[in-house]
């Protein structure tokens, strides 16, 4: 078997134009424009690239950028006061920190002083909480890009065996619980899970988030299952030349998609995704903000 590709470049670049579509009413109905406001602390370089992407596609599908760029020695206190001018301001609708965030900042502190309707990460505690309970939340943007390429592929998930690999807080669980919502069966696996290739291998849907480069191997995968890869790890390629490298997901991609019956790449896959469900979830905090209906099959 040769698995279908999952494009999640082309399938990122349909929910964009969706949200511009869904922008465009708003200004010209309602007079409202959304706005995105994104907190770098620091100079990443991966979080610079990533906050650059954001905010050219924030103003891509019409909607309102402010970026905020910190230095990295910024204190908790001066974040925290920036944190609360943007929950106050009514032009934000939307509030994300980058993350990782330098050592001396406590990251929870920080994420949980952003407005939970503002939340567009889906980090706050309230939001994790609502998500855990099955209520209407903020959803984080990567297990929410997942979801949806996952309910395209399959239409219904209810019955599927899934498992997820990987038990952060930022895609292992809300991605367990958007799994669970939509009547799958669902695995958490981790690295001290016993026989993880042989649970693995009951799975209808496997999701990976590990951050280990090319883990899971097409072993791990029953026939015709759908492989999920949320891996960006950049490792050598000395066969590119000295001192290359190239990205690879956390699982290995040429053994997977020969037994997958779908699979996503990396890159190309989840990762664009990500950003464009960040803009779909801009959207709907300025339409919950403004009580007007939400977008529909842009939130989970
Ligand atoms: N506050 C947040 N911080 C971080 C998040 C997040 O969702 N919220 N996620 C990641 C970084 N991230 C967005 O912030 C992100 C990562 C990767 C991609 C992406 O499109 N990747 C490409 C490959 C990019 C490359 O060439 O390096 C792909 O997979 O095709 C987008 C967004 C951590 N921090």
Not at 22 to 50: F, M
Not at 85 to 95: F, K, Q, R, S, Y
Request: charge should be negative; hydrophobic fraction near 40%; charged fraction near 20%.
């Amino acid at each position: 078997m040769t698995a279908t590709v999952i494009d999640g470049k082309a399938f990122a670049a349909k929910v964009r134009e969706q949200v511009a579509e869904h922008v465009a009413r708003l200004k010209e109905e309602n007079g409202i424009t959304p706005g995105l406001a994104v907190v770098l602390v620091g100079e990443d370089p991966a979080s610079q690239v990533y906050v650059r992407s954001k905010g050219k596609q924030t103003v891509e599908v019409g909607m309102n950028s402010f970026e905020h760029k910190l230095d990295v020695d910024t204190s908790e206190e001066d974040l925290l006061a920036l944190l609360d001018e943007l929950n106050a301001d009514p032009a934000v609708h939307g509030i994300l920190v980058q993350l990782p965030l330098p050592g001396h900042l406590n990251e929870d502190l920080v994420i949980n002083r952003i407005d939970p309707a503002k939340d567009v990460d889906g980090f706050h505690i309230s939001n994790v909480g609502l998500l855990g309970t099955g209520q209407k939340s903020m959803v984080p943007c990567t297990p929410l890009g997942c979801l949806m390429m996952l309910r395209d592929h399959h239409g219904s998930l209810s019955g599927l065996n899934a498992v997820v690999v990987g038990r952060s807080n930022i895609v292992g669980k809300p991605m367990a619980n958007l799994l669970l919502r939509d009547s799958c069966t669902v695995t958490i696996a981790h690295s001290r899970t016993k026989e993880i290739e042989a649970l693995c291998k009951t799975a209808d849907i496997v999701v990976a988030a590990v951050g280990r480069p090319e883990m899971v191997t097409g072993d791990w995968i029953k026939p015709g299952a759908t492989v999920i890869d949320v891996g960006i790890n950049r490792i050598d390629a000395p066969e590119k030349g000295e001192g290359k490298t190239r990205l690879v997901g956390d699982c290995h991609y040429e053994s997977c998609a020969e037994v997958a019956g779908a699979i996503t790449p990396v890159p190309g896959g989840v990762g664009p995704m990500t950003i464009a469900c960040l803009l779909a979830n801009t959207l709907t905090a300025c339409c919950r903000a403004n009580d007007l209906a939400e977008p529909e099959g842009l939130t989970a």
